[in-house]
């Protein structure tokens, strides 16, 4: 019993507009704007740059799914090439960052489900705890199905997702081509506004890439792509500019309706949006909404799980996260990851969530990048399918360092030193896993109980089979 590479060219483009498309492009404006001192040219310019940045450090993450294709790469390459020390640490990254994003998105979803009934009023938070616990529970049982019944679902509810980003995007252009004076108005002389700073700039950037994350779903379960080589970039080059495209259409409609104040002043920008278009549909963008954001939770959970599974399989957490039932699916660290996000279903800031978890994404990203180099040094020779061009790698790190860094210096705030202390007290969390004993009667026994209650068995061992030779982009597509 194995994972499954059953994930083809078709469904590997569908699994990577499903993440990319979530709660970001209906979140992320508010935050983007408002760090951008309200400019509308500097926020549209923004998102048209967090699509490049997101481009080229998708591009130099997929050498890793196509180097070692295999379920959670990005972790074995860390422990490949810098170790198992800096592997645990990413491992302690995503197993907060992982179930918070869930978490947060569940949310946003009973946020949109609920507020069209509460016209006059903020929405209690106790439906909206209880609709989110019900929906995570429901998508975590879906992924214990397997990842072609998650790909599957993923297929029917793209559907809904394009139909009303698409929806938003041409209304915006109807109101802009009518010439309306209101509508326009606030297009006219966009430059002549207040600039933001360079501390702003970073935070902005950080808004837009949370819209955008998701974009290494397909290096993540890499040992169940066919064809990993050619598929991945393939789908990463043709997905991403096209997601670029309707973010920068969607903001442009929701900037024709909107004024700046009442972007940042809404939890619900896509909401608010359709109260001014069509006040009667509100609930319709909410429900359609909702749907999308829940394929974006069903890629996450699938995500993370075959995060938890590879680091089972090498010894960093216990086996049973390992063990598969007879969907081939990681039922045990599904739930894991699903008891953990419950946990997290709190009241929270999401614009500050989405700051902080950026920047630990983009500490892991450069990382990942400095690996990247080292193993191109050490090993020169080790077959690469897909090899990336150095600039891309050094415009990743650079890209890193700038939005790590930047806010740090220009607007130090007490924050940053928790969540770096946060991030290097996984180098604790690694010493204190390297002396303990996990192969205890006790914990034997406990694992043979897990594996009986859910039904699941250990993985044979898979020869990754890795094609020889190399390819740049131009070359994969010719």
């Known amino acids: 019993m194995q994972l499954l590479r059953s994930i083809g060219f078709f469904h590997g483009n569908i699994l990577l507009f499903c993440v ?30 967090c699509a490049v940045l997101t481009i080229i450090s998708a591009l130099s993450l997929a050498e890793l799914g196509t180097t ?57 938070e106790l439906p909206k705890k209880c609709l989110a616990l019900a929906i995570l529970w429901s998508l975590g049982l ?64 950080l808004q837009g890439l949370f819209a955008y994350s998701g974009t290494s779903i397909l290096i993540n379960i890499a040992g169940e792509i066919k064809n990993p080589g050619e598929n991945i970039p393939k789908a990463l080059i043709t997905v991403l500019p096209m997601v670029a495209v309707v973010y920068i259409l969607v903001n442009i409609s929701y900037l024709a309706v909107l004024t700046p104040q009442e972007i940042i002043s809404a939890d619900a920008v896509a909401v608010t949006w359709m109260d001014k278009v069509i006040p009667s549909m509100q609930w319709v963008i909410s429900f359609g909404i909702s749907t999308s954001i829940v394929s974006n939770i069903c890629c996450t959970v699938l995500s993370a799980s075959r995060l938890f599974y590879t680091a089972s399989q090498e010894g960093q957490l216990p086996l049973i996260f390992s063990m598969l039932n007879n969907y081939f699916s990681p039922t045990v660290a599904i739930t894991q990851i699903i008891i953990l996000a419950s946990c997290l279903i709190i009241a929270s800031d999401l614009i500050n969530l989405i700051k902080y978890s950026g920047l630990a994404t983009w500490v892991l990203r450069g990382l990942y990048m400095i690996g990247l180099l080292k193993l191109r040094y050490q090993d020169p020779n080790l077959p690469r399918p897909y090899k990336v061009r150095l600039p891309f790698i050094f415009g990743s790190i650079a890209i890193s360092l700038f939005l790590i860094l930047t806010p740090m210096i220009h607007s130090p705030k007490v924050e940053y030193i928790y ?60």
């Not at 090439?81 to 645990?88: H, N, R, T, Y």
């Not at 918070?100 to 946003?108: E, K």
């Not at 009518?178 to 700039?201: C, H, R, Y």
């Open 68 to 124: 070692f294709p295999r379920s959670g790469a990005p972790y074995y390459f860390l422990k490949r090439s810098l170790g198992s020390s800096v592997a645990f640490l990413s491992l302690w990254i995503k197993f907060f960052i992982y179930p918070l994003g869930i978490a947060t998105q569940s949310l946003i979803i009973s946020t949109y489900i609920i507020q069209p009934f509460y016209t006059r009023c903020p929405a209690p």
């Open 419 to 478: 969540g770096f202390i946060f991030i290097f007290s996984g180098l604790l969390g690694y010493r204190l896993h390297v002396h303990l004993n996990q192969r205890s009667v006790c914990f034997d026994k406990i694992t043979c109980y897990l594996q009986l209650l859910f039904n699941v068995s250990p993985p044979e061992d898979q020869d990754e089979g890795i094609s020889t030779g190399k390819k740049h982009l131009e070359e994969i597509f010719l």
């Open 142 to 205: 879906l992924n214990t199905r397997g990842v072609l019944t998650v790909a599957w679902f993923q297929t029917i509810s793209v559907l809904m997702k394009i139909t009303i980003l698409c929806f938003i995007s041409l209304t915006g252009i109807v109101l802009l081509g009518t010439g309306k004076k209101e509508n326009v108005a606030k297009f006219e002389n966009s430059f002549d506004a207040e600039l933001p700073g360079a501390s702003q700039i970073a935070e902005a950037l």
């Open 20 to 49: 990319t498309t979530g709660a970001g492009i209906f979140v992320s404006p508010k935050g983007v704007l408002k760090y951008s001192s309200l400019n509308i040219a500097v926020s549209l310019s923004i998102w048209a740059a």
